[in-house]
């Protein structure tokens, strides 16, 4: 069978050379091992680049990669990126902040007041469509000082699948790399990839 290449835009556009990584142009990033993808994954991260990984986007998979390494509770997720200052929040749906509310005991009003209206979308996992918000960054439930979610156990999707990032393609994902354990999972994801597509090349 012949190899099929994936194209990635987010790879494309990247600078190998700001990085000393010059090297790596054309390689298959599925073959990069030890320092090679250490390194490239430290400089995608510096960039705040994400990947596009050809796994389908269901709620197995995702949970396959998110349960192969662990949060270190850096808290990136839920504080302002400096790198993408433009950034509205954190998109949660309607029903997502009505179950914090009542979680919190608070009037959903008084949560809706601190959010911003945002879209009429496909729930990813549940293929419904509903309405989402946009909760402003910091996290209003980040506590700082002790690294931690004060609504953990009824955080959003998009909270307890991150670094992972829904693309509106449900024939992938994207990973965020500016953290360790996006890192972890970029190559676990990898390793599937591998697997299920031996032939496939996502060149750099």
């Given at each position: ?26 390689r298959n990033i599925l073959t990069l091992t030890g ?102 960054l910091p996290c209003p439930f980040y506590d700082s ?60």
């Amino acid at each position: 069978m012949d190899g099929t290449t994936y194209e990635s835009e987010e790879i494309f556009k990247f600078d190998l050379e700001k990085y000393g990584l010059a090297r790596l142009e054309g390689r298959n990033i599925l073959t990069l091992t030890g320092s090679d993808m250490d390194n490239l994954l430290e400089a995608l991260g510096n960039d705040d680049i994400s990947l596009n990984v050809p796994l389908p986007c269901i709620p197995a998979t995702v949970q396959e990669i998110l349960t192969s390494s662990e949060c270190r509770r850096c808290g990136k997720c839920c504080i302002p990126n400096p790198l993408n200052p433009s950034s509205p929040g954190i998109e949660a749906f309607k029903e997502e902040l009505e179950e914090i509310a009542n979680y919190l005991q608070m009037p959903f009003e008084s949560l809706k007041e601190k959010t911003a209206v945002g879209k009429y979308v496909l729930h990813p996992f549940k293929g419904n469509l509903a309405f989402t918000r946009w909760m402003p960054l910091p996290c209003p439930f980040y506590d700082s000082e002790n690294k931690e979610c004060r609504v953990h156990s009824v955080r959003p999707v998009v909270c307890r699948i991150y670094p992972i990032i829904l693309t509106g393609d449900n024939s992938e994902f994207s990973i965020k790399l500016n953290c360790d354990y996006g890192k972890d999972l970029l190559i676990e994801a990898f390793k599937l990839v591998r697997q299920s597509k031996p032939d496939l090349e996502i060149n750099l």
